[in-house]
């Protein structure tokens, strides 16, 4: 088994539009299936 | 159980959530932080009134709070730990419920196997928190923010604050109240039904000593 530290989410501008954001962000590593499961 | 709370400087003029109409709070969006922030101020502010900025992971909302970016910020541990320890205040903290998200490829037994881990881990902390608590501090990236503004120890933090216990399924009554909830502050297209949001078939309740 393998752990795999979540990526810090890039540098994005300060907004205060959520859909400026992207909701995937914080889970990077699962999005690009090197991980099989995290916490959230 | 996870938990974030709406923190202001020592100097800050706000002692409750009502006084923070328009004023700018960091959070991170799609995430704890904001879900959170809007189901604490939504009590207290009409929708217009709130101004929650995107300021990312908690050590830029945490940096925002105390150079004075944003009036308040939703942090949660040991970033709370540290922003009290410092003179900050919460205004209002709410808990929540963490999960563990599994993909379709993960098999049954992995699965089982992690969860009865995440039990045994549950009854090793709960027995005695703050012989764990220096995983929460030595962090690599919370040890660089809290050596910033010196230093946290097992001893300031909060017990009660962290609450641990087994894993259960969602409850189709939390799934629905929760997804109209989402649809209400359109962070939720229509178009999802519970079914695609929630995969219980993993989820069955494991004996702690199995």
């Given at each position: 088994?393998?752990?795999v530290?979540?990526?810090l989410?890039?540098?994005i501008s300060n907004?205060?539009n959520p859909?400026?954001?992207?909701?995937?962000?914080g889970?990077?590593?699962?999005?690009?299936?090197?991980v099989s499961i995290?916490?959230? | 159980m996870?938990?974030?709370?709406i923190l202001v400087?020592?100097?800050?003029p706000?002692?409750?959530p009502?006084?923070?109409?328009n004023?700018?709070?960091a959070?991170?969006?799609?995430?704890g932080?904001?879900?959170?922030?809007l189901?604490?101020?939504?009590g207290?502010?009409p929708k217009?009134k709130?101004?929650?900025v995107?300021y990312?992971s908690?050590?830029?909302?945490f940096?925002?709070?105390?150079?004075?970016?944003v009036?308040a910020a939703?942090?949660?541990?040991?970033?709370i730990?540290l922003?009290e320890?410092?003179?900050?205040?919460a205004?209002?903290?709410?808990?929540?419920l963490g999960?563990?998200?599994a993909?379709n490829n993960?098999?049954?037994e992995?699965?089982e196997a992690?969860n009865?881990a995440?039990i045994?881990?549950?009854?090793?902390i709960?027995?005695n928190?703050?012989q764990y608590?220096?995983?929460?501090?030595?962090?690599e990236?919370?040890a660089?923010v809290?050596a910033?503004?010196g230093?946290?120890?097992?001893?300031d933090?909060?017990?009660?604050?962290?609450?641990?216990?087994y894993?259960?399924?969602?409850t189709d009554?939390i799934?629905?109240?929760?997804?109209?909830w989402m649809l209400?502050?359109?962070?939720?297209?229509d178009?999802?039904?519970?079914?695609d949001?929630?995969?219980?078939r993993?989820?069955?309740p494991?004996?702690a000593?199995d």
């Amino acid at each position: 088994m393998e752990f795999v530290q979540a990526q810090l989410n890039p540098a994005i501008s300060n907004t205060e539009n959520p859909e400026e954001v992207n909701p995937i962000l914080g889970h990077v590593a699962f999005e690009e299936t090197r991980v099989s499961i995290y916490r959230a | 159980m996870a938990s974030q709370a709406i923190l202001v400087r020592p100097d800050s003029p706000h002692y409750y959530p009502g006084t923070l109409g328009n004023k700018p709070i960091a959070v991170q969006f799609h995430s704890g932080s904001h879900y959170v922030a809007l189901r604490l101020l939504e009590g207290y502010l009409p929708k217009e009134k709130l101004k929650l900025v995107h300021y990312g992971s908690p050590k830029f909302r945490f940096d925002a709070l105390m150079n004075g970016e944003v009036e308040a910020a939703a942090l949660m541990e040991p970033y709370i730990a540290l922003a009290e320890k410092l003179g900050c205040r919460a205004v209002c903290e709410g808990h929540y419920l963490g999960a563990e998200n599994a993909s379709n490829n993960m098999d049954h037994e992995t699965f089982e196997a992690i969860n009865r881990a995440v039990i045994k881990a549950v009854d090793m902390i709960n027995a005695n928190k703050r012989q764990y608590l220096h995983y929460l501090i030595d962090e690599e990236r919370f040890a660089s923010v809290a050596a910033k503004y010196g230093g946290l120890t097992p001893e300031d933090f909060h017990l009660p604050r962290l609450r641990y216990f087994y894993n259960t399924p969602y409850t189709d009554e939390i799934v629905e109240d929760t997804y109209n909830w989402m649809l209400r502050w359109d962070l939720l297209t229509d178009t999802a039904c519970a079914a695609d949001l929630v995969d219980n078939r993993l989820a069955d309740p494991l004996p702690a000593d199995d």
